[in-house]
């Protein structure tokens, strides 16, 4: 059964700091590019950054490009989203994401998810 966990949310003050792991478990997602989406209240569910199976290409909202950044451990099978300079409105639920196709080197904006996690809380108060 494969499952993707997420860790690190919380309350964080704006201009803090966190970062979310996603740790994926029953497959190995080194030949598929991973992901982070969002849902605020309120609003649908959005693409907040993807990469590349190789890792070479790096994608991102651009609400968030310049503070966030993304990345992955294959050997873990692990990926991670740092967040810096944090605003009240990047308060959503965080979810990762594997892709359905392997060997993609495009974003993930767009695309069908093979696989999501059941997310985690960020709140950013101001």
């Known amino acids: 059964q494969v499952q993707l966990v997420e860790s690190g949310g919380g309350l964080v003050q704006a201009g803090g700091s966190l970062r979310l792991s996603c740790a994926a478990s029953?497959?190995?997602?080194?030949?598929?590019?991973i992901g982070w989406f969002r849902q605020a209240p309120g609003k649908e569910r959005e693409f907040v950054t993807s990469?590349?199976?190789?890792?070479?290409?790096?994608y991102y909202a651009d609400s968030v490009k310049g503070r966030f950044t993304i990345s992955r451990d294959n050997a873990k099978n692990t990926w991670y989203l740092q967040m810096n300079s944090l605003k009240p409105e990047d308060t959503a639920v965080y979810y990762c994401?594997?892709?359905?196709?392997?060997?993609?080197?495009?974003?993930?904006?767009?695309?069908?998810?093979?696989?999501w996690g059941q997310g985690t809380q960020v709140t950013v108060s101001s």
């Open positions: 994401a594997a892709d359905s196709v392997p060997y993609q080197i495009a974003t993930m904006l767009g695309r069908t998810i093979g696989y």
């Open positions: 029953g497959r190995t997602f080194s030949s598929y590019a």
């Open positions: 990469i590349s199976w190789s890792g070479g290409s790096a």
